[in-house]
């Protein structure tokens, strides 16, 4: 059964860092896309940084300068380095797994609460 198990938030004071981790089981991760998502309270799930089974990375506006995502194929993991935290990166982060080529695949993290304290 496929899981996707998200990690690493809390509470941090504005300016801090989090490394948020993404740990992937029974898939073939190395040929998945690996996103991550944030939802806060009363907004809709926004993407926030993509990287590609080719290793190539995307960011959203707001993260682009302050977060880096990374993966770790032999480790089934990838990661999302906040930097610089502002109080409006408060949300639920979840990491999402996607095949694209057949056999395609598409499966979500649980979820984990960041929050930015000012």
């Known amino acids: 059964q496929v899981q996707l198990v998200a990690s690493g938030g809390g509470l941090v004071q504005s300016g801090g860092s989090l490394r948020l981790s993404c740990a992937a089981s029974?898939?073939?991760?190395?040929?998945?896309?690996m996103d991550w998502y944030r939802q806060a309270p009363g907004k809709q799930r926004e993407l926030v940084a993509t990287?590609?089974?080719?290793?190539?990375?995307n960011y959203a506006d707001s993260a682009k300068d302050r977060f880096t995502i990374s993966r770790d194929n032999a480790k089934n993991t990838v990661y999302l380095q906040m930097n610089n935290l502002k109080p409006e990166d408060t949300a639920v982060y979840y990491c999402?797994?996607?095949?694209?080529?057949?056999?395609?695949?598409?499966?979500w993290g649980q979820g984990t609460q960041v929050t930015v304290s000012s």
């Open positions: 990287i590609t089974s080719n290793g190539g990375t």
């Open positions: 999402r797994a996607v095949r694209w080529v057949l056999p395609r695949g598409d499966y």
């Open positions: 029974d898939i073939m991760f190395s040929s998945y896309d």
